[in-house]
C-alpha cells in the first residue's frame, strides 16, 4: 500500500502540476521539469510517516531486518519513484492539451492498484497463470511492491526461507534491477517527449485562459 500509494500520488499529482501552477509558467522562466518533480518530491515526504508506521507494526510482528530485504526495499522505492516522475512528465505535458488526461490517469491508477500485488499475493498469480507469470512480472510496480513485501513482511513471517521461497517468485533482484532499468529507460524517453512540447506549454496555457474568459 505504501509503494502503490507513493506512485499514483506522484503520476496524479504531477500530471495536473503544469496546469495548476499555470500562472507561474507563463510569467516565470523556469523549467517546467520542476513542477512534476516537485510533486514527486512532496509524494516522497508523504511517504516518511507511512514508512515510520510500518516499520511499527512490523516490528510489533516481530520483524527484524535482513541486509538483502533493506537494499530490495530501496530499490523498490527508486523504482516507485523513476517511474512516477516519468510518467508525470509525459502526462503534465499532455494534460496542458488535452484536460481530460487528468480523469485518464486517475482510471490508470485503479488499473495500478489491481496490476499490482498489492490486495493479493503474488503466489494466487503463480498459481492461476502458472507459465504466464513473467508477462505479469513485466509492470516495474509488480517489483516495487514485491520488494517492500521482502523488505518488511517477510522480516515479520516466522518461515522467511519457505515465505520467499513460495510467496516470492525467484531471482526477484535481478527482477528488481531489471524493472529499474526499465523504468530509467521511460523517464528517458520521457524527458526527451518533455522537451520537445516544453515551448509549446507556455502559448497552449493562454489559449485555453483566452477561451475560458469568452
Known amino acids: 500500500l505504501v509503494i502503490v500509494h507513493f506512485f499514483t500520488e506522484t503520476m496524479n499529482a504531477g500530471t495536473r502540476s503544469i496546469v495548476r501552477n499555470k500562472s507561474l509558467v507563463q510569467k516565470m522562466a ?12 512532496v509524494s516522497l515526504f508523504h511517504v516518511g510517516p507511512q514508512v515510520v508506521i510500518l516499520l511499527i507494526a ?9 541486509p538483502m530485504g533493506l537494499v530490495l526495499g530501496a530499490i523498490g522505492l527508486l523504482i516507485s519513484m523513476v517511474l512516477g516522475t516519468a510518467l508525470a512528465l509525459v502526462f503534465s505535458a499532455a494534460n496542458v492539451f488535452l484536460r481530460d488526461i487528468s480523469n485518464a490517469v486517475n482510471v490508470l491508477s485503479n488499473f495500478v492498484r489491481f496490476g499490482s500485488p498489492m490486495m493479493y499475493p503474488y503466489i494466487l498469480v503463480a498459481q492461476k497463470f502458472h507459465h504466464h507469470t513473467q508477462l505479469y512480472l513485466m509492470n516495474p510496480i509488480t517489483e516495487a511492491v514485491l ?12 518461515h522467511p526461507a519457505h515465505t520467499i521461497a513460495v510467496d516470492m517468485p ?37 489559449r485555453a485562459s483566452c477561451r475560458e474568459r469568452v
Not at 523556469?30 to 518530491?41: I, K, Q
Not at 512490523?58 to 535482513?66: E, H, I
Request: overall charge positive.
Open 30 to 41: 523556469v523549467p517546467r521539469e520542476m513542477f512534476p518533480v516537485a510533486s514527486m518530491l
Open 170 to 206: 525467484p531471482h526477484l533482484f535481478w527482477l528488481s534491477i531489471r524493472a529499474l532499468l526499465i523504468s530509467l529507460v521511460i523517464l528517458a524517453f520521457a524527458q526527451s517527449t518533455f522537451s520537445r512540447l516544453e515551448r509549446r506549454i507556455p502559448e497552449q496555457i493562454g
Open 147 to 158: 520488494c517492500f513485501q521482502r523488505a518488511f513482511w517477510v522480516g515479520a513471517n516466522n
Open 58 to 66: 512490523t516490528w510489533l510482528s516481530g520483524w527484524s531486518p535482513d
